[in-house]
T-cell receptor, first 116, second 114 residues
Framework: NAGVMQNPRHLVRRRGQEARLRCSPM?????VYWYRQLPEEGLKFMVY????????ESGMPKERFSAEFPKEGPSILRIQQVVRGDSAAYFC??????????????FGPGTRLLVL | QQQVKQSPQSLIVQKGGISIINCAYE??????FPWYQQFPGKGPALLIA?????SEKKEGRFTISFNKSAKQFSLHIMDSQPGDSATYFC?????????????FGKGTHLIIQP
C-alpha cells in the first residue's frame, strides 16, 4: 500500500492525558500537512512540515499542540492535556517534492480522537 | 472569517441527473482549486482540480467551472450514480507564499437516489 498511512485509526483518551497521532507519507513524499475535522465541518489546516522542519504552523493552537517530522520515522502530532473539545478527526496529507506536483495533497484515512 | 463558502449544505439528485455544487472565495491570491470526495469513515480523495487560467476542466463525468471575476467555482457531476453519494469539499490554496495548507469549504452531503 503506497498511500498515506495513519495510526491509530481510533484513539480514546481521558481529559488531561496525552494523544500522539502518527502519519507516514506516501513513498517519495517529503511534505506533510495536518488537518482537523470537526463533525459536519470542513477540514481546518493546522501545520505543514518538511523533514526536520516546521514550515507553516499558522493553524496550530498555541498551547498543548505540537508537531514534528523527524529525519527518520513518521510525522507525529502531539496533543498534551487533552480536553473534550479536542475530539475530532485528524487527517494527515502528503505531497511530492516535485514542484509541479507539490500542490496535490493526498490524504490518509484519519485518526478519530475521542476525549472522555 | 470563512474564506471559502460552499453551497448547498446537502443535495439530493435522482440517478442520471446532474449534481451541481458551488463555492465562492474571498482571497484573490488563491490560485489552485481542488475538489475532494469523502466517504464516511475515510479520508478525502482528490477528485479534480483547476487553476484560474482556464474556465473549465473536465475529467470523465466531473467538470469544474471557474469564474475568476466572480470568484466562484463549481463542480458538476453528470449522469450522477448512487456510488457518487458522498460528501464533497471544495478547497483553495495560495501557491505563491501564503498559508501552505488548503482552505476548505464546509462540505456538501450528496445523495443520489436510485
Amino acid at each position: 500500500n503506497a498511500g498515506v498511512m495513519q495510526n491509530p485509526r481510533h484513539l480514546v483518551r481521558r481529559r488531561g492525558q496525552e494523544a500522539r497521532l502518527r502519519c507516514s507519507p506516501m513513498k517519495g513524499h517529503s511534505h506533510v500537512y495536518w488537518y482537523r475535522q470537526l463533525p459536519e465541518e470542513g477540514l481546518k489546516f493546522m501545520v505543514y512540515l518538511q523533514k526536520e522542519n516546521i514550515i507553516d504552523e499558522s493553524g496550530m493552537p498555541k498551547e498543548r499542540f505540537s508537531a514534528e517530522f523527524p529525519k527518520e520515522g513518521p510525522s507525529i502530532l502531539r496533543i498534551q492535556q487533552v480536553v473534550r473539545g479536542d475530539s475530532a478527526a485528524y487527517f494527515c496529507a502528503s505531497s511530492s517534492e516535485i514542484s509541479r506536483d507539490i500542490e496535490t495533497q493526498y490524504f490518509g484515512p484519519g485518526t478519530r480522537l475521542l476525549v472522555l | 472569517q470563512q474564506q471559502v463558502k460552499q453551497s448547498p449544505q446537502s443535495l439530493i439528485v435522482q440517478k442520471g441527473g446532474i449534481s451541481i455544487i458551488n463555492c465562492a472565495y474571498e482571497n484573490t491570491a488563491f490560485d489552485y482549486f481542488p475538489w475532494y470526495q469523502q466517504f464516511p469513515g475515510k479520508g478525502p480523495a482528490l477528485l479534480i482540480a483547476i487553476r484560474p487560467d482556464v474556465s473549465e476542466k473536465k475529467e470523465g463525468r466531473f467538470t469544474i467551472s471557474f469564474n475568476k471575476s466572480a470568484k466562484q467555482f463549481s463542480l458538476h457531476i453528470m449522469d450522477s450514480q448512487p456510488g457518487d453519494s458522498a460528501t464533497y469539499f471544495c478547497a483553495a490554496r495560495d501557491s505563491g507564499g501564503g498559508a501552505d495548507g488548503l482552505t476548505f469549504g464546509k462540505g456538501t452531503h450528496l445523495i443520489i437516489q436510485p
